[in-house]
């Protein structure tokens, strides 16, 4: 029987953990080939072979999307094995907290560098083929889903630089949705609330005992990778004439 995106080629960025891990293992489900990009070979490794042994098609790509070159090197590889591309999930994140007064610059240039840069170039590496797909007559359409927070639409205290980063990342989506949406590549952005990954274990323990002690008062039970995942799945899943431009996916114990 045919799936929805059977045929179909996707690219998931920050695939080795978390939301994007999960949403590779879902998109396969609906018979996508995925291809899984991140630094952590082994964990991609990891992947392709839990995929395939379900009986998808999973591509690891090793790649710091941060440097332009790789990342321009990770579309091409795709479309090397694969032939085409239809959807790529911009997920690859870092969330570093602290105040503007005291936290470490190089922090910024980190979050700054993933949040911005790698989702800009991974773009840019991807649209040309995203409009040719979008041609064809597999689906007629393709999509760019933009993996950005609850952080792109409030702002709170030791957020600053990573409400800035996601921001950024919904301003970015809306403004390139505009530009591409009538040539059917349907951009959307997606703002999680938390979900239980290893977002925050990059922090120093400082931050992350503070984290620790509001969530456990403000979010008693997080969503899961899985949630995430199934609302991007829903997204790209859409008849072609439905764009879903923005998806505000919260826990319900967040308020
Ligand atoms: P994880 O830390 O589990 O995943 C982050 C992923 O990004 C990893 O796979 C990591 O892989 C990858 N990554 C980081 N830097 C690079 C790089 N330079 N090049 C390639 N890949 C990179 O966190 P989440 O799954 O939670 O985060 C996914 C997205 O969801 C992020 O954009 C985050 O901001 C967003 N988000 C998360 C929320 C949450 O509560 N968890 C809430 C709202 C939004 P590797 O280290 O192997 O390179």
Request: hydrophobic share 45%; glycine share 6%.
């Amino acid at each position: 029987m045919s799936s929805p995106l059977t045929g179909t080629v996707a690219i998931v960025t920050g695939a080795s953990s978390g939301i994007g891990e999960a949403t590779a293992v879902r998109l396969a489900e609906h018979g996508a080939s995925v291809a899984v990009v991140a630094r952590r070979k082994d964990r991609l490794d990891a992947l392709v072979a839990e995929i395939e042994a379900a009986g998808g098609t999973a591509l690891a790509v090793e790649a710091d999307i941060t440097d332009r070159n790789q990342a321009e090197q990770a579309v091409a590889a795709v479309i090397d094995r694969f032939g085409r591309l239809d959807i790529l999930i911009n997920n690859a994140g870092l969330m570093l907290l602290g105040t503007v007064l005291d936290q470490d610059v190089d922090e910024w240039e980190r979050m700054i560098a993933v949040n911005q840069k790698a989702l800009l170039y991974m773009t840019n590496a991807a649209l040309p083929h995203l409009l040719t797909a979008a041609e064809d007559d597999l689906r007629k359409v393709a999509d760019i889903i933009n993996i950005s927070s609850i952080a792109g639409r409030q702002a709170w205290p030791k957020f600053g630089v990573y409400n800035m980063t996601k921001f950024a990342v919904n301003g970015f989506t809306e403004a390139l949705r505009q530009e591409v949406t009538q040539k059917h590549v349907r951009v959307g952005v997606l703002e999680p609330g938390a979900v239980a990954t290893e977002l925050v274990s990059h922090n120093n323990q400082t931050v992350k005992d503070e984290l620790a002690a509001s969530d456990a008062k403000n979010i008693p039970e997080r969503l899961q990778p899985e949630d995430i995942a199934e609302s991007i799945a829903y997204m790209v899943t859409r008849h072609r004439r439905s764009s879903i431009a923005e998806l505000w996916a919260m826990p319900t114990s967040q308020a």
